[in-house]
């Protein structure tokens, strides 16, 4: 529900005397709103201040900036939930960003509570600490559950099947709902932003909202992200042999079987000896234990522990996974909890199922318990495209919006050198020839990790970082964020 900002003045209400109208006081608030905006200054709220968040467990002290949690309500009975915090900097002025992690089915509140957010969970789950290196530093963030199943998200007929046409239309008018709600943001820039399967949310919910004059949208930054399946798929072989896990024999069968005039084929190869050499490639990256969204982290919980699950970065499209898809759909039987391998999600689980959590952040009592992935979305999610190169090239042309695609390098599930390829086929103009790229830490200037510019987009690796670039690398993704929203050089 809204607050507004005053009660409606009756018809005739005006008191008249020697010619002289007296203003109440709420009428001189709105004159002086209404002044104070049209001079671009930022006095007064429209936003519902029945979403405000006022007491959130687990802080020693309660946040100096201002953070909303509720629900924007879509298309056929759907709620996403979100969570907006704004700015410690400057809240009127500074963009606003969208934040959505991928799955399909993953919590954006993961991004909030373990990759970028203000505060971040600790490992007993119920105590948050500040970040240093919190996106809302610079920016509002809002944090969008999306679709409906996710999270704390829900729909009145509790069915969550979709796909990626839907979850687009739905992700703009959750966009369209939240600056009704919070008007006094809506000149603000707009950047929309995610990770992993945003790969694919984020450019084609672009794809609608720069049709949209009254959304300020600026650009968009994909971290880690899916561009393309052909290429996450064939590059990944590529990264397996030359980090060290693949061995000279393999390496050779896929060369004689998958490959002719230099060209491989790893992504839907008719040859049966090509899919028993990748069948090896698939065993050894995904099933032996190795942490896929860091091939150089420790996997949480011992190898013994691992089971293996599919969260829309393994693509499970075509013949030579198909058992691999099977062993993942057998391991997810009638589960609702989906934990992407090697993660541990138990201490946001913890927190945000606690009672105080809850009713802190205003969840409605249709939400289900929270759960990082949702299986359900997952398992009964359209994906639609094979790659985002139209979305792409359609922002591209418009020749006004800054695009920006960072991997960390020594991700799996969607490796850098897939994305790398991506942008290089989009045919831009280069500006600026690949070279390292530059932060500070607490030890001085740092090698960030490589970047290479072309006109309006940007292709940026993170060095030492996986899946999670704000996780692994806090300081260089801080670094990176800010130069892309600032317009700043890498």
Request: hydrophobic fraction near 35%.
């Amino acid at each position: 529900m809204r607050k507004e900002v005053g009660p409606a003045e009756p018809r005739g209400s005006d008191h008249r005397a020697g010619g002289n109208v007296h203003m109440r006081p709420m009428q001189v608030l709105l004159l002086c709103c209404f002044l104070w905006s049209a001079l671009g200054l930022r006095l007064c709220w429209a936003a519902p201040v029945a979403d405000e968040v006022i007491n959130l467990p687990g802080l020693r002290k309660q946040a100096s900036f201002r953070q909303y949690s509720g629900y924007l309500s879509v298309a056929n009975g759907k709620h996403l939930h979100y969570w907006f915090v704004e700015s410690q900097n400057d809240p009127g002025t500074d963009p606003v960003v969208l934040w959505l992690n991928g799955g399909p089915g993953c919590s954006s509140l993961d991004g909030l509570l373990t990759e970028h957010g203000p505060f971040l969970i600790q490992d007993d789950g119920m105590t948050l600490q500040y970040n240093p290196y919190s996106w809302n530093k610079i920016a509002n963030v809002l944090y969008l559950e999306s679709p409906a199943g996710v999270g704390f998200s829900y729909s009145d007929d509790q069915k969550y099947s979709t796909n990626d046409t839907e979850v687009s239309m739905n992700n703009y008018l959750a966009l369209k709902e939240f600056f009704r709600l919070f008007p006094e943001f809506s000149k603000n820039q707009l950047f929309l932003t995610g990770e992993s399967y945003g790969g694919i949310y984020i450019p084609t919910l672009a794809e609608r909202v720069m049709e949209d004059s009254s959304l300020n949208l600026q650009g968009v930054a994909v971290g880690n992200g899916m561009s393309s399946y052909e290429m996450n798929d064939n590059s990944l072989v590529y990264f397996a042999y030359y980090h060290g896990l693949l061995g000279t024999r393999l390496w050779t069968e896929l060369q004689t079987f998958c490959c002719t005039d230099g060209k491989c084929n790893f992504y839907n190869t008719q040859n049966q000896n090509c899919s028993a050499s990748l069948s090896e490639v698939q065993d050894i990256v995904y099933n032996s234990g190795l942490n896929i969204y860091n091939l150089y982290a420790p996997c949480p919980g011992g190898v013994r522990e691992l089971v293996i699950r599919d969260l829309g970065n393994l693509f499970l499209n075509h013949g030579w996974t198909q058992l691999w898809k099977q062993v993942c759909l057998a391991s997810l039987h009638q589960s609702v909890r989906l934990d992407p391998p090697c993660t541990n999600s138990t201490p946001s689980t913890l927190y945000l199922n606690n009672a105080y959590t809850r009713a802190a952040l205003h969840i409605s009592s249709k939400a289900q318990a929270w759960v990082i992935c949702s299986t359900e979305v997952n398992l009964n999610y359209g994906r639609l495209y094979l790659d985002v190169k139209k979305q792409y090239l359609k922002l591209l042309s418009a020749l006004k919006y800054r695009i920006l695609v960072y991997n960390g390098d020594v991700d799996m599930a969607c490796n850098f050198m897939g994305d790398e390829w991506f942008v290089e086929s989009l045919n831009q103009q280069v500006q600026v020839e690949r070279r390292p790229w530059h932060y500070e830490d607490e030890y001085g200037q740092q090698v960030g990790g490589f970047v290479k510019e072309f006109d309006n987009i940007a292709f940026i690796t993170v060095k030492g970082s996986g899946h999670m670039v704000p996780s692994d690398k806090p300081g260089a993704a801080f670094a990176m964020f800010s130069r892309f929203i600032k317009r700043q050089p890498y």
